[in-house]
């Protein structure tokens, strides 16, 4: 066990640790949250009440939760009794949503098994589930007490689970950590390789990130917002395309979006754009999608990161700047359309 860093999320403790596999179950969970795929990473004891869902982004609903909720009450979980999650965001996001509303807020931990969740959606308290297609529309701020991490398992990570994180590392890189992008554009066969030495360097460098403007804001007032970069244009195809398009894929070519919608409004430079642009399509990523530009602004709309009724739109005007702009609807349909 190695604590990689110890937060206070509004008021609510937690940490990130690094565990070996064998030790990754808290002993004393009461309830264990995974779905068909990622069950058979974590050993448990036989007779631990579980609740295996259905996996990916059409089974993160309510009626998930619901089943989490259920089986809490018929198996007398008390307010201080550990539900355990263990998946990829889907998984850690509606685990933590459950536990947020079990007697209004038991003990959650949470074990994310995938790059994304690891370096983004398990930490900092954001839980959820979507409404129909529309992303993450109901939900709660309620950290884990604790995020225990072990970069064994990602070994065995489907190829497009692995760069669904790393489009997200590639955010979080942009975002606040020069060092990192760096390690990305130098080391790109052996982040793509899966390298142990430089995933562990990845994900600690990604948890810091997040960690500090977490702590700043929890309820996204102001710098955490950083943190949805490409998120805004991304979720709108996600949500068009019926998840055709996965998380990671749909966030980089929001971020490209993004860097367009910058560049056009004088904030970033196009050579620096023109940079990153390539190191993502180095990394495989798309940046151009056939969806329907009109359907991917009406999606817009539904975006939940709305003040006073107007979308805020997050763009990048160089590495380690980020500005939040509201944007006039005919302006983004010709970025869409770009």
């Known amino acids: ?59 993160k609903q309510w009626d998930a939760v619901d089943k989490i909720l259920k089986l809490a009450m018929k198996e007398g979980l008390a307010r201080d009794s550990v539900i355990c999650g263990a998946g990829g965001g889907v998984v850690t996001d509606m685990t933590a949503f459950a536990g947020s509303l079990y007697m209004r807020g038991c003990r959650v931990i949470l074990i994310p098994t995938s790059l994304l969740a690891m370096v983004d959606a398990a930490l900092g308290g954001k839980t959820g589930i979507d409404a129909g297609v529309y992303k993450n529309m109901i939900g709660s701020f309620y950290p884990a007490e604790e995020v225990r991490i072990c970069p064994e398992i990602l070994g065995d990570l489907p190829e497009k689970e692995y760069r669904n994180g790393l489009g997200e590392v590639l955010k979080t890189a942009i975002i606040g950590d020069a060092a990192l992008l760096n390690l990305i554009k130098e080391r790109r066969e052996s982040v793509l390789a899966r390298d142990p030495e430089v995933l562990a360097q990845i994900i600690r460098r990604c948890i810091l990130v997040k960690g500090a403007l977490v702590e700043e804001d929890l309820r996204e007032k102001g710098r955490r917002a950083f943190l949805n970069l490409g998120h805004t244009f991304g979720h709108a195809l996600e949500a068009v395309s019926e998840f055709r398009w996965s998380h990671g894929a749909g966030v980089v070519w929001g971020m490209g979006k993004a860097l367009e919608a910058s560049v056009r409004l004088g904030l970033a430079k196009p050579a620096w754009a023109d940079e990153m642009k390539q190191l993502f399509l180095d990394y495989g990523y798309e940046l151009e999608a056939p969806e329907d530009p009109v359907g991917i602004l009406e999606a817009m709309k539904m975006d939940k990161k709305k003040q006073r009724g107007k979308l805020r739109y997050i763009l990048p005007a160089g590495p380690q700047d980020i500005r939040i702009e509201f944007l006039d609807p005919d302006f983004v349909l010709e970025v869409l359309k770009a």
Request: proline share 7%; glycine share 8%; net charge negative.
């Open 1 to 59: 066990m190695e604590i990689i860093k110890s937060f206070t999320f509004g008021g609510f403790p937690s940490r990130a640790v690094l565990y070996d596999k064998q030790d990754l179950l808290p002993e004393d969970t009461a309830l264990f949250v995974a779905d068909s795929h990622t069950k058979s990473l974590i050993s448990r004891p036989e007779g631990l009440a579980e609740v295996i869902l259905t996996p990916g982004e059409e089974g």
